[in-house]
C-alpha cells in the first residue's frame, strides 16, 4: 500500500535553535473516543512538529468526522482513516503512534506498534492484566521505542503532585507509613442485554480478545459523544474505576515510595470483607497503600500528612508545605506537559518520566488489588520476577482466555524497521 507523502504546505521548519524538530513527526491516532479527541485537540494539532497522518477506529462514523477534522486543519488531504490499526502501523511516514483505545486493547497494540518500529504514547492504565505487563515490557524494550504512558498527573496540574512527592521522599512528614488512595470501585462482571446495532460499527474488532457477547452502547456509543462510555465498570474490558482513575493516584503512591522499578510485595484484603473498599498494597519496609479515603492520595506520616489532588494541595500541619526545598534535597523533574515530555524524547534519544516499567507496574498496582477483591485472600506477588510467589496466587489469574483471532502477541506481524527518527 502507497502512502501519502507530507503536502510542502505542512512542512514546518523552525530553524536551528537547539530542541527545535526540521520537520514534523508523522503521527497515527489509534482509537477516536472522547479520550484520543482531547488528545488530538489539546496537543496534537495545535503543534507545528507533528503532523497527524492518520486516525484509526472501529466505528465509521467517528473515523470518518475526525479524518475530515484534521484534513481541514491542515487545509489537505494528506489524513487517511483505518479500521485495521495493523494497517495505520505498516505506514513507512507514520514515526509514532498515540494508543487511545478501550483498556482490553492497550497491550496488543502496543506490542504490535514496538515491533512495527514506532515509538508510543498510550492511555493509561497501561495493561489490563498481569501477563500484558510482562509481555509488554519485553517487547517495547527490546525494540528500544520510545514510549510514555499517559500518566499525565507526573508532568501537569500545577506541579502539585510533583512537590508532593518531594515533601515525602524528603521526609518532610517524618517516615511515612500509609498511603491511602480514594478512587472508585473494582470491576463487576457484564451482564447487558443485546441491543440493535446501527451499521457501520466493527463489532468483533471492538471486543478483540475478550468474548463474544452482544453489542450495547453503554461499551460502544455511536459516533462522536462527548463522555466517557460504561466499559470502564466491566471486567471483560478495564479494572474497573478503581483502575481508571487508580492508575492516576496509584502512580503518584508508587512514585512517592520510589517504586517505579519494584512493586509490593503483599496485598491484604479489606479487614472487614468489604468487597469494594479497604483492600491493601504493602511494600518491602512495612508501608502499606490503602484503596480508600478522600479522592485523591493521602501520605501519612509519623510527624504530619499532605494530601494532593488536581484542584488541591494541602498538609498538616500547614506549615509541611510551606518551607522551601533546600540545597541537597531531592528534587523531581518539571515538564511543561506529558506530551511535551515524549516529544522531547524523542528528539534527544531517551526515555521519558512515565515509560512502560512506570506504566506496566502502576497498572500492576490496580490488577493485584483487583485481584485480591475478586478473590477474597491475601496475596503474595514478586516485583522482581513478575510471578506470584509460592502460594500466593494462581497462574491462571496473570491473564484471561482469549479468542484465537486476537492474541497477546499480535497475529499479523509487521516487519520491524529503524525506529530512530531523524530530526
Known sequence: MSAPTLASKTVWNRGQKAGSFSKPIGIGIIGMG???????????????????????????????????EVRKHYENDVCEEFTDYQELLERDDIQAVVIATPDHWHATQCIDAARAGKHIYCEKPLTHTLLEGKRLMEEVKRTDCVFQTGSQQRNEYGHRFVKA??????????????????????????????????????????????????????LSPRGVHGHYPRWRAYW???????????????????????????????????????????????????????????????????????????????????????????????????????????????EQGRQPLCDVEVGARTAALCQLLNLSYRYGRKLAWDPEAWQFQPGGGEEAWMDYPRRPQYPLLGERLVESRDSSIKF
Request: net charge negative.
Open 34 to 68: 472522547i479520550r484520543g479527541r482531547n488528545l488530538m485537540h489539546g496537543y496534537f494539532l495545535r503543534d507545528p512538529r507533528i503532523q497527524i497522518l492518520a486516525v484509526c477506529d472501529v466505528d465509521r462514523n467517528r473515523r470518518v468526522h475526525y479524518r475530515d
Open 165 to 218: 512527592v518531594e515533601y515525602v521522599r524528603n521526609g518532610r512528614i517524618g517516615k511515612l507509613l500509609q498511603v491511602h488512595v480514594g478512587v472508585g470501585d473494582p470491576p463487576k462482571a457484564c451482564d447487558l442485554p443485546k441491543e440493535e446495532m446501527e451499521p457501520g460499527l466493527d463489532w468483533d474488532r471492538w471486543l478483540g480478545p475478550t468474548p463474544l457477547r452482544p453489542y450495547h452502547s453503554e
Open 236 to 346: 471483560d474490558f478495564c479494572g474497573g474505576y478503581l483502575a481508571d482513575m487508580g492508575a492516576h493516584h496509584l502512580d503518584i503512591a508508587q512514585w512517592a515510595l520510589n517504586a517505579d522499578r519494584s512493586g509490593p510485595e503483599t496485598i491484604l484484603p479489606a479487614p472487614d470483607g468489604d468487597p469494594k473498599r479497604g483492600a491493601r498494597l504493602v511494600f518491602p519496609g512495612g508501608v502499606e497503600v490503602v484503596h480508600g479515603g478522600p479522592h485523591g492520595t493521602t501520605f501519612l506520616g509519623t510527624e504530619g500528612l499532605i494530601q494532593v489532588d488536581r484542584d488541591r494541595l494541602s498538609s498538616v500541619p500547614e506549615s509541611v508545605l510551606s518551607k522551601p526545598l533546600e540545597e541537597g534535597e531531592e528534587r523531581l523533574p518539571r515538564n511543561r506537559n506529558h506530551v511535551e515530555d515524549w516529544l522531547q524524547a524523542m
